[in-house]
């Protein structure tokens, strides 16, 4: 499982998140590119309309829809392309540890950074 606290580990964007990356994989069997910067786009879009809301307006009107996010990652684990699942079971149990967390607008952007840093050690691999 993933702590996303940065203050107690401070290599969540460094090691932990290239450990992800490694865990997601790509080619045969691993996560493509393509699929990880939809999500990470969805990831940032909510981080953004969070950063105009007050708190109380985030936990009612936007944290249903961060949450909502694990029902996308478990549609997308369904489907299949190119002979494959779209996402495998690593990339699934990083997007629910880390939604999961999400409680505030801090809990959110540094969900985004984590993921900015996965997709960073990922695409690396190409």
Known sequence: MI????TKDSELFNKT???WAEKIGNGR???QNTQMRKFYDQVLSLQQKAKQMTDEDFKSD???FVKMLNSKVAYASTRNSGGGKIVNKSFVDMMNSCINQVETKKDLNTFKLFFEAV???HKGRD
């Open 3 to 6: 702590k996303l606290d940065y």
């Open 62 to 64: 936007l944290l249903p």
């Open 17 to 19: 998140a290239d450990k």
């Open 29 to 31: 069997g691993g996560v």
């Open 119 to 121: 997709i960073g050690f």
